[in-house]
């Protein structure tokens, strides 16, 4: 029997995210919550597998391609690439353990240029359509031709410069100048056919499990090589579509404290990549009740049937397009080790859980982080910047101000790399540092996300610090920090500050206190052991009678 490469994104679809992988799994879960997920379709990881071992697309997957792609436009009435009523997809990475922002997604993959004078005919509004066919050419000669990020916004930047004022006229600017640079970089223009396009996103994406980037995630976190990622294609939903648009990620509970209150980004007028990247100031998402009620209404009772479903904290990706709310994703989990401790012991006094789960809940690393150091308040404190705490934590070291110079210069102590905002390329740097800052992004950029991986104390969106790479040095408040300086990142109050202040060690708190006390009716034994030693003693009594392991919810954690 011939294999099956491609599987619907319906509620009746059967495999589990090491098919689907997370993101493709999750939209499954979604659908069958009855919430709004675009129409799309999943490339499984076993395709990943054989393109990897190959070097090519498998044997059949062309033609399963051809059908899921005619089987969208039924269901959109919408035509790929076609001038009438045109039809793009987002074709986006998805492994069955979550790697955030470490790999490839391309979105308004099939905006030809026909297909985009279509778009701006059907819309009206020229400037749309050219903006979302600039950022289908940007993903593409990122992703397929190879076009470094900074070649790329030099690109565009020289554009504005040739016709100010960010119109039409920029716009059809850039588009050119990025053309010309694909066919520069990749011997030849960027197919006109939609079809070839989706084939070559489709590769880009597989060929992203291995770049650097992936596999140095991989070996930090224990995440096997031989995985594979899934794709997945979807119709685009248009966050960049009007004044009564926009795009965000949105946590169910704070993420860095647990409390239960709706945490996150969102930016108006936008797709989905302007929020990961960290480039944007965000706004928060309770916004949204003044300017989209309903896109809110949505949003709050899509977190609560998450929730529900997951019995967990979670965290949701979504856009939506002239006042309409669509899902692109859902992930339980994602915390700090505070937050961990404190939805754990929430969601026990909700009657979502039992105690025995949230001491599986929570691993010894995260009860590690929940006793997590602070700057002192008092006394004389060098203050350089504040921004967010993206995620709790003191580290201290010199200021490195690029990810080269970060693995240079850890060779010889902590080092906090300072950046602008950061992107998978930064990996190998953000592994190397003790701590990380930025001067933009909020919660959900690329920058946060990885620090909360990765546990590495994090402050985002610190606006007052001017970093410059070139010159090696920070600026803030008419102060230049070269690299090298002593500085202290504590990423629970979301501060910066010089040198090393004296650091003291965080209260126990009402939620962590209780846990502890739950493990001690557990295992039977008293606080006269470290914190870890007794959450450890309870959790080992509990798999032992065949307690549910803390990972094996839905293939997700």
């Known amino acids: 029997m011939p294999t099956t490469w491609i599987h619907p994104l319906s509620a009746e ?44 697309l498998p044997d059949g997957l062309g033609a399963e391609l051809a059908a899921a792609v005619r089987d969208l436009e039924a269901a959109t009435r919408r035509r790929f690439g076609g001038p009438g009523r045109p039809l793009a997809v987002s074709v986006r990475s998805g492994g069955s353990v979550s790697m955030p922002g470490m ?39 990122s992703a397929v031709a190879g076009v470094a990020p900074e070649q790329l916004d030099a690109v565009v930047r020289e554009a504005a410069g040739r016709a100010p004022g960010g119109g ?54 224990g995440i096997p090589h031989d995985l594979g990622t899934a794709v997945t294609v979807q119709a685009m939903v248009f966050g960049n579509r009007d004044e009564r648009s926009g ?26 990549e302007d929020v990961v990247s960290g480039r944007w100031a965000t706004r928060p998402p309770a916004e949204l009740a003044g300017r989209e009620p309903a896109v809110w209404a949505g949003l709050v009772e899509a977190l ?18 002239a006042g309409e709310l669509w899902l692109l994703q ?37 009860l590690r982080q929940a006793r997590t150091p602070r700057t002192e308040t008092t006394g004389t404190r060098d203050l350089l910047a504040r921004g967010l705490g993206a995620c709790p934590g003191v580290a201290t070291g010199r200021v490195a101000t690029t990810a080269d110079g970060a693995v240079r210069m850890a060779a010889g102590g902590p080092v906090i790399l300072v950046r602008p905002h950061t992107s998978p390329l930064d990996m190998h740097g953000l592994a190397a540092s003790a701590g990380i800052v930025t001067s933009c992004g909020g919660p959900a950029s690329h920058a946060a996300v990885v620090a909360r991986a990765m546990g590495r104390p994090a402050v985002v969106g610190a606006a007052d610090l001017t970093v410059d790479a070139a010159a090696g040095c920070v600026r803030v408040g008419g102060r230049t ?46 606080p006269d052991r470290g914190d870890e030693e007794r959450l450890t003693a309870a959790r080992a009594v509990l798999l032992n009678r065949g307690g549910a392991p803390p990972d094996g919810r839905d293939g997700h954690r």
Not at 190 to 197: C, E, M, Y
Not at 201 to 215: E, H, I, K, L, Q
């Open 13 to 56: 679809t059967e495999e589990g995210a090491d098919v689907l992988g997370g993101k493709g799994h999750g939209l499954v879960v979604l659908r069958r919550l009855g919430l709004p997920v675009p129409p799309g379709f999943v490339i499984g990881t076993g395709a990943c597998r054989a393109f990897l071992r190959d070097g090519r």
């Open 103 to 141: 790999m490839n997604t391309l979105l308004n993959v099939g905006l030809t240029a026909e297909a985009a004078a279509g778009l701006a005919a059907e819309t009206g509004d020229a400037r749309f359509a050219l903006d979302a066919r600039l950022r289908s050419l940007s993903g593409f000669a």
């Open 481 to 526: 920090i070269p690299e090298g300086t002593l500085v202290t990142v504590d990423g629970t109050g979301g501060e910066v500050l010089a040198g090393r202040p004296r650091i003291v060690t965080a209260p126990v708190g009402p939620h962590l206190d209780r846990l502890l006390g739950w493990a001690d009716e557990i295992s039977g034994g008293g």
């Open 304 to 321: 609560d049937r998450v929730e529900g479903h997951y019995r967990d904290a979670c965290q949701v990706e979504f856009t939506f397009e």
């Open 330 to 366: 859902v992930r339980p989990g994602g915390l700090s080790g505070r937050a961990a401790v404190r939805v754990a012991v929430d969601l026990a006094d909700e009657g979502l859980i039992g105690r025995r789960e949230a001491l599986l809940r929570v691993s010894p690393r995260q």
């Open 247 to 272: 795009t965000g990620v949105v946590f169910s509970r704070d993420p860095t404290t647990g409390e239960n209150v709706p945490f996150g980004d969102v930016l108006f007028g936008r797709q989905g």
């Open 168 to 221: 039409r006229r920029h716009l059809a600017g850039a588009i050119r100048s990025v053309e010309a640079l694909i066919r520069a970089r990749a011997a030849g223009p960027v197919p006109g056919d939609a079809t070839r396009q989706l084939e070559l996103a489709v590769g880009a994406v597989f060929s992203s499990w291995d770049t650097p980037r992936a596999r140095t995630y991989r070996e930090l976190h």
